[in-house]
C-alpha cells in the first residue's frame, strides 16, 4: 500500500484531516451551541502535562502539536477539569482498536484493519465511523455528532459499549470507553514507534446525537417507549389527557445523573463549589455513589479522587478509605453479581430515596426550584400546577386570575353605563367607582360599542324599517 502520510495538497483535496489544526476543527467546531475547555495533554519523559482551552481559541493552540510526540485531545468539552464530574457536551463516540495486541493483526497495515473493522461494522448495522486515524501503532474510529448535553451521558455509554463489543476482535480497548478519554491528535508523533498520527479516511458525516444512537443501540428510543406503553397498557393505566408523547426512556443510570447534576448544582449554590469542613462525607458520598452507575469501576475509582480532592481535599488515600465500600458495589455490579433484598436480587450498587437525600443534606424548597431530580413533594406539586396552567395557556384558556379580572371589569363598565343613564357626569361615576376619568370614559365607549354590536347599529331603543 502506499505510504499513510501522503501530500498534504492531495490528501485535502479528498477531504482527509492533515493537520491538528483539522482535526480540532472537525471535532470541536466552533459553532452556535458548542461551548466548554478543552483538554490538550501530552507526555514528556514519563510526566503528564494538560492544558485546558476555550473552544474558541483551540485552532491556535493545537498549531505546537504538528510534529510534536505523545500530544492529545479531549474528545468531549468540559466545564473545567477533564473529568466525567465536569463533562459538558459530549460531541463524539469513539473506538480505539489496539490491534498491535492481536496476533492475527500485528504489523499489518491500518488500512487493512480500517477495512476489516468496516466489515464488522456493517455486519452490525452500524454506520461507518466519520474519520479513522492511524495512531502509530493502533487505529482510532471516530463518530461525531452534534452538541448533547451530559444527560445524554447513559446513553452515550451503552453506545460505546456496544461499539466496543462489535470490534473487540480488532483489540478494542475497554479501558477507552469513558467519557473523559483523550485520543491522539493528527500531525503529532507516536513517541514510540515514531510514526505520525495520520487520518486513513476522509471526513464523514456528522451525526445528530439521538439519530446516532437510534443506529447502533439494539433498542432504539422509540421501541424502548412502545415497550412502556405496552406495560402500561398491561397495567390498566390510562394515560393523562393532553399528554400526547410518551416520556424519554428513564433508567437508573439517567436517575443517577440527574441527580449527579443537581448535587453539583448545590454545590454551587449553597458552597461557591468548595464543601466545608462537617459536609464533605454526606455530599461526597452521594455524589460519588451516583458517579458508580456512570462509570466503570477502574474509571469510577480515577473520578471519584478527582473531585474527592477538589470538592473536599481529600488526597487519594483518605478517598480510598472513605469510599471503599462505594468501590467494592461498583466491582459486584460489574462482575454481574446481585445481592439480596427483601426476598429480591438486585444490582449491589447503593439506591436512595430522593426523600432520604434531600433529608440528608438538608435541601431547602428554594434550593430544590433550582434542581432537577432531587425535589419533594411541595416542589412537584408546584412545577405540575405550573404545568397545568403552562398548557392552558398554550390552549388559549384564561387563568382564573385573569378570568376574574375581567369579570370585574365587565361589572365596573355595567355600573358606569347605568349611573351615566341616570344622568350622573363622569367625574363623580369615577368617584363612586374608585377608578379614574380615563377608565370610566373606557367603560362608556365599550359599553356603547356593545350597543352598537347588539342592535345592528340603532342606538335609539327602536326598531329599523317599516312596520
Not at 31 to 50: C, F, K, P, S, Y
Request: with cysteine; proline share 5%; hydrophobic share 40%.
Amino acid at each position: 500500500m502506499e505510504p499513510i502520510v501522503a501530500n498534504a495538497t492531495s490528501a485535502r483535496k479528498q477531504g482527509m484531516l492533515v493537520t491538528p489544526e483539522d482535526h480540532a476543527a472537525v471535532l470541536h467546531p466552533y459553532v452556535a451551541g458548542n461551548m466548554g475547555l478543552i483538554t490538550i495533554a501530552q507526555r514528556d519523559l514519563n510526566r503528564w502535562h494538560e492544558q485546558r482551552v476555550p473552544i474558541k481559541e483551540l485552532s491556535y493552540a493545537v498549531r505546537a502539536l504538528a510534529g510534536a510526540p505523545a500530544s492529545y485531545l479531549s474528545q468531549h468539552r468540559f466545564r473545567g477539569p477533564r473529568r466525567i464530574a465536569h463533562l459538558w457536551q459530549l460531541g463524539a463516540l469513539w473506538a480505539d482498536l489496539d490491534y498491535h495486541k492481536v496476533p492475527e493483526w500485528q504489523g499489518k497495515d491500518p488500512r487493512w484493519v480500517f477495512e476489516a473493522a468496516l466489515d464488522l461494522l456493517a455486519d452490525a448495522r452500524i454506520p461507518k465511523p466519520t474519520f479513522a486515524v492511524a495512531t502509530g501503532r493502533g487505529l482510532a474510529l471516530v463518530w461525531t455528532h452534534h452538541a448533547a448535553p451530559r444527560g445524554a451521558l447513559p446513553r452515550w455509554n451503552a453506545c460505546q459499549r456496544v461499539l466496543y463489543q462489535t470490534l473487540r476482535p480488532l483489540g478494542a480497548d475497554r479501558a477507552a470507553l469513558d467519557a473523559a478519554r483523550v485520543l491522539r491528535i493528527v500531525g503529532s508523533v507516536h513517541e514510540r514507534s515514531g510514526q505520525t498520527v495520520a487520518a486513513i479516511s476522509p471526513v464523514g458525516h456528522t451525526w445528530d446525537f439521538d439519530v446516532l444512537a437510534d443506529e447502533i443501540l439494539p433498542l432504539t428510543r422509540g421501541e424502548l417507549l412502545d415497550l412502556r406503553v405496552q406495560r402500561a397498557t398491561r397495567r390498566a393505566r390510562t394515560p393523562r389527557d393532553g399528554d400526547k408523547s410518551p416520556r424519554p426512556a428513564f433508567t437508573a443510570a439517567s436517575l443517577w445523573e440527574g441527580r449527579l447534576t443537581d448535587l453539583q448544582t448545590l454545590l454551587d449554590l449553597r458552597w461557591w463549589g468548595e464543601l466545608p469542613a462537617g459536609q464533605r462525607d454526606t455530599w461526597l458520598f452521594l455524589a460519588i455513589t451516583a458517579m458508580s452507575w456512570l462509570a466503570e469501576p477502574k474509571v469510577l475509582q480515577r473520578e471519584a479522587w478527582a473531585l474527592a480532592k477538589q470538592a473536599g481535599g481529600w488526597d487519594e488515600r483518605e478517598a480510598s478509605v472513605r469510599l471503599q465500600a462505594i468501590f467494592q458495589r461498583a466491582q459486584k455490579a460489574a462482575q454481574g453479581q446481585e445481592i439480596e433484598w427483601r426476598g429480591q436480587l438486585i444490582d449491589p450498587r447503593y439506591r436512595f430515596r430522593n426523600q432520604t437525600m434531600i433529608e440528608w443534606l438538608g435541601i431547602t424548597p428554594e434550593e430544590q426550584r433550582h434542581m432537577r431530580v432531587l425535589i419533594g413533594a411541595d416542589e412537584a406539586r408546584r412545577r405540575e400546577r405550573e404545568q397545568r396552567r403552562q398548557q392552558r395557556r398554550e390552549e388559549g384558556m384564561q387563568s382564573r386570575d385573569a378570568y376574574l379580572a375581567q369579570v370585574a371589569a365587565t361589572d365596573k363598565r355595567e355600573q358606569a353605563l347605568a349611573l351615566k343613564a341616570k344622568g350622573m357626569a363622569t367625574a363623580a361615576i369615577a368617584r363612586e367607582l374608585g377608578v379614574s376619568r380615563t377608565r370610566v370614559q373606557q367603560y362608556l365607549k365599550d359599553g356603547c360599542k356593545g350597543s352598537v354590536a347588539l342592535y345592528g347599529g340603532n342606538t335609539s331603543g327602536g326598531t329599523s324599517g317599516t312596520g
